[in-house]
Nanobody, 126 residues
Framework: QLQLVESGGGLVQPGGSLRLSCAAS????????IGWFRQAPGKEREGVSC????????NYADSVKGRFTISRDNAKNTVYLQMNSLKPEDTAVYYC???????????????????WGQGTQVTVSS
């Protein structure tokens, strides 16, 4: 069974950090781009970051550039999202998703992602 499982969410104060993990089971991530998306209550889902299958290309939403870093460890079949300088507006459920990637593309277009995790809650509050 193909599955993506997110972990690492929680409650953190503004200015704090969290590292999210996206672990795959039932398939290898070697040929997949991985994207992180988030959805806050009452808002549409938005792309946060994406990394190509090789890790050679990355992409970030303007709202997180300079604060978030995406990385991958294909040996562990896991992708990470390091989130620093967190703000209350980063509060959301964060999802990872996998897209077949033969050309090293880090596009966050949701239509290309065919496997999605269940999400992990991130709450930034004092």
């Amino acid at each position: 069974q193909l599955q993506l499982v997110e972990s690492g969410g929680g409650l953190v104060q503004p200015g704090g950090s969290l590292r999210l993990s996206c672990a795959a089971s039932g398939f290898t991530l070697d040929y997949y781009a991985i994207g992180w998306f988030r959805q806050a209550p009452g808002k549409e889902r938005e792309g946060v970051s994406c990394i190509s299958s090789s890790g050679g290309s990355t992409n970030y939403a303007d709202s997180v550039k300079g604060r978030f870093t995406i990385s991958r460890d294909n040996a562990k079949n896991t992708v990470y999202l390091q989130m620093n300088s967190l703000k209350p507006e980063d509060t959301a459920v964060y999802y990872c998703a996998a897209a077949p990637d033969l050309f090293g593309i880090a596009s966050m277009s949701p239509i290309r992602f065919d496997h999605w995790g269940q999400g992990t809650q991130v709450t930034v509050s004092s």
